[in-house]
């Protein structure tokens, strides 16, 4: 046994877990457990991947140049502004490195995204879950959360795993009533699947006198780049600063940056992608929902189906795995009666609701 021991208070962490891939005894799968994109990445991407044969030795750009002015011409933000990183979620960690330590708090609503509350035990820091009201985040619980201790609230909108969204209206409210010292970090990760007037990813809040917002994005989900591993944040120009302190060298490779951008300059693949998974979202929803199930309002590419106990969502779960559908168990999110599903193609979400009826 080594004798060399970690700081004891990472002994409380259970490691994220990521959507199962596989099922023993079945050859054809499909992985609903994830919310990668059903249509793939943009025929843009794929050809700017191509491209990258010739010059595998050389380093990628540290600092993502192009990919930061592509992002910020798309989002009309500024660039100097903007951090790219491998993925939104490494973002999530060197912020709670930068602004939190042990015996502070970190807060998140109760059905939020586990990276937050690993982040905050990463830290030693004691994550706080304010309670929600009908599986969505409430502003007024959030606020009744915040101490003294608290140094960094993190929201997503719309929220991994229920899917569900609160308007703009909200998220401007809690930042207006939040400590300005309190780091607020709204979690995109799924907006642009969101293009209802009552939603704005929080970026207009980031240049205001207080300088505590930040705003998450990634390329995994309506991009269709998860294998690439890229994301960014928008921030205040002090915390631009930390974070690049703090940020390791080449984290984001040339092909996940080449892919990117050429994503980005094709925004009929993201449309396309987008009336895909409104159409199919909606129609699995409402069969699923006439079946009896409840399923909560999605604003992202899944749908959180609520079973009756945890045994039936158990028994729902093996059906699908046998037949070659993987969706998502919840019960690291204390959800056991849950299921995610990813809004796949058309023909796999009918088999999924073909399944489920057979159970009623």
């Given at each position: 046994?080594?004798?060399?021991?970690?700081?004891?208070?990472?002994?409380?962490?259970?490691?994220?877990?990521?959507?199962?891939?596989?099922?023993?005894?079945?050859?054809?799968?499909?992985?609903?457990?994830?919310?990668?994109?059903?249509?793939?990445?943009?025929?843009?991407?794929?050809?700017?991947?191509?491209?990258?044969?010739?010059?595998?030795?050389?380093?990628?750009?540290?600092?993502?140049?192009?990919?930061?002015?592509?992002?910020?011409?798309?989002?009309?933000l500024?660039?100097e502004?903007?951090?790219?990183?491998?993925?939104?979620?490494?973002?999530?960690?060197?912020?709670?490195?930068?602004?939190?330590?042990?015996?502070?708090?970190?807060?998140?609503?109760?059905?939020g995204?586990?990276?937050y509350?690993?982040?905050?035990?990463?830290?030693?820091?004691?994550?706080?879950?304010?309670?929600?009201?009908?599986?969505?985040?409430?502003?007024d619980?959030?606020?009744?959360?915040?101490?003294?201790?608290?140094?960094?609230?993190?929201?997503?909108?719309?929220?991994?795993?229920?899917?569900?969204?609160?308007?703009?209206?909200?998220?401007?409210?809690?930042?207006?009533?939040?400590?300005?010292?309190?780091?607020?970090?709204?979690?995109?990760?799924?907006?642009?699947?969101c293009?209802?007037d009552?939603?704005?990813?929080?970026?207009?809040?980031?240049?205001?006198?207080?300088?505590?917002?930040?705003?998450?994005?990634?390329?995994?989900?309506?991009?269709?780049?998860?294998?690439?591993?890229?994301?960014?944040?928008?921030?205040?120009?002090?915390?631009?600063?930390?974070?690049?302190?703090?940020?390791?060298?080449?984290?984001?490779?040339?092909?996940?940056?080449?892919?990117?951008?050429?994503?980005?300059?094709?925004?009929?693949?993201?449309?396309?992608?987008?009336?895909?998974?409104?159409?199919?979202?909606?129609?699995?929803?409402?069969?699923?929902?006439?079946?009896?199930?409840?399923?909560?309002?999605?604003?992202?590419?899944?749908?959180?189906?609520?079973?009756?106990?945890?045994?039936?969502?158990?028994?729902?779960?093996?059906?699908?795995?046998?037949?070659?559908?993987?969706?998502?168990?919840?019960?690291e999110?204390?959800?056991?009666?849950?299921?995610?599903?990813?809004?796949?193609?058309?023909?796999?979400?009918?088999?999924?609701?073909?399944?489920?009826a057979?159970?009623?």
């Amino acid at each position: 046994m080594s004798k060399v021991k970690p700081l004891s208070y990472l002994a409380v962490i259970e490691p994220y877990l990521p959507g199962d891939f596989a099922v023993e005894g079945v050859e054809e799968i499909v992985k609903l457990s994830s919310n990668e994109s059903p249509l793939g990445p943009s025929p843009k991407a794929i050809e700017a991947l191509a491209t990258l044969q010739s010059s595998l030795q050389i380093y990628p750009d540290s600092l993502a140049t192009e990919l930061r002015n592509t992002i910020a011409e798309k989002y009309s933000l500024a660039p100097e502004q903007i951090v790219c990183e491998a993925g939104s979620e490494p973002i999530i960690n060197l912020l709670a490195r930068a602004y939190s330590q042990i015996g502070d708090e970190i807060l998140f609503s109760q059905y939020g995204f586990i990276a937050y509350k690993i982040a905050a035990l990463s830290m030693g820091a004691t994550p706080v879950a304010a309670p929600e009201i009908a599986y969505t985040a409430s502003v007024d619980s959030l606020l009744n959360c915040v101490s003294e201790r608290t140094r960094i609230l993190f929201l997503a909108n719309p929220n991994n795993p229920t899917g569900t969204q609160l308007p703009f209206s909200e998220i401007e409210r809690l930042r207006d009533s939040l400590r300005e010292d309190i780091l607020l970090v709204l979690d995109a990760a799924y907006a642009e699947y969101c293009h209802g007037d009552e939603y704005r990813d929080g970026s207009s809040l980031v240049n205001t006198a207080a300088g505590n917002v930040v705003v998450l994005h990634t390329f995994s989900k309506i991009y269709g780049l998860a294998a690439l591993r890229v994301g960014w944040a928008y921030a205040p120009p002090e915390i631009v600063e930390v974070l690049n302190n703090l940020r390791g060298v080449f984290t984001v490779s040339a092909a996940a940056q080449a892919c990117a951008v050429a994503a980005l300059h094709d925004e009929a693949h993201l449309l396309k992608s987008r009336a895909h998974n409104d159409a199919t979202r909606a129609s699995l929803s409402t069969q699923l929902a006439a079946l009896g199930f409840n399923v909560l309002p999605s604003a992202a590419n899944f749908v959180c189906v609520q079973f009756t106990n945890s045994v039936a969502a158990a028994a729902a779960d093996l059906l699908l795995r046998q037949n070659g559908l993987i969706p998502r168990t919840l019960n690291e999110y204390d959800m056991p009666d849950c299921l995610r599903i990813t809004v796949g193609l058309t023909r796999h979400c009918d088999k999924v609701v073909q399944l489920l009826a057979s159970t009623r």
